[in-house]
């Protein structure tokens, strides 16, 4: 009997993600909330215990956090230069179209999706299985030291996600959004750490330097991951230089088209064939990137961000 409701429940789990894929007017994080449903229940088929290898799409698996390791990929010696603050924001829009369906962030979202990583919090896909939540509460404390979030983090790492006792955090962390402009800013600076600035310099070591270039790197990082796996930033940077050649081997344009196209793969037919189906259905995400950089390749606002499923502007 158990058997046989963990096999209806996967069985329901890939349904809802095949009919998702055929409606793709929805938002990367409905793919999120069932892919977490189909890992939960692939899991418990395989008897295989806690969630180890879980991802949603977009995501590395829970052993590997970020940062972005420099295995695999050629890596500067010192930092790039952090682009403009009008273009990091635009840049960032783009992605939140794929990420929230729009330009702007959604710093109040907050939601345990089942993928095996605890709750994750805003658009920039922060999780509680590893540091990234902490840190920003810690940032945010030194703007606001009473803030009632400090109280969550004896349940975060090196507490292990399935131990830990987040009741309340939900509500917590929309309260605080809500009072105090600073957890946002505390958001967006652990993502330039962890994203943004590690994007630039995996872009400028290999080359890459417009504008559209960093928002390829950032959102590809965004979604796939900074791990060693076969489907993450470093891996898709590693098979466009086999394909391709550096920066100097072709143009700048031709480095970035070949390694889209790589991205368009791995997307297609991902290595975790858990989220494979959820991964496959984000692959158009890829479509709106390439037109950018045939049509705006130096995101002179307004940019239109368009593929098969969205028609969104940045101003």
Known sequence: MIWITHLGL???????????????TNTRREFLSLAGRYCASSALIAAAGPLAHAAGPGHETVDKPLPLPSEGMPMPQTSASKPDANLVRRIKAISNVFEVG???????????????????????????????????????????????????????????????DLRGFAAAWRREIKASKFLGQACDEEADILYLGPAVEAAVAVGVRSPVGISIFYDTLLQHG???????????????????????SSSEAEFLRTFLAVRHSVLEHSHNQETRDVWRASARRVDALRKLLDGNPDLVPPIKVTNADVDVTVL
């Not at 996967?10 to 793709?24: F, I, K, N, P, S």
């Not at 703007?143 to 996600?161: D, S």
């Not at 791990?227 to 930033?233: E, I, M, R, V």
Request: glycine share 8%.
């Open 102 to 164: 729009g330009t702007e962030p959604d710093y109040a979202y907050v939601e345990n999706l089942g993928d095996g990583r605890g709750y994750t919090v805003t658009q920039y896909g922060f999780c509680t299985y590893n540091s990234e939540v902490s840190q920003v509460i810690d940032r945010y404390a030194a703007h606001v030291p009473q803030t009632p979030l400090k109280r969550f983090l004896a349940q975060l790492p090196p507490v292990k996600w399935t131990d830990q």
């Open 10 to 24: 996967m069985d329901q789990a890939r349904t809802d993600l095949e009919a998702v894929e055929g409606d793709m």
């Open 226 to 248: 900074g791990s060693g796996d076969p489907d993450s930033l470093p891996t898709i940077i590693k098979r466009t230089l086999e394909e391709n050649g550096d920066v100097d």
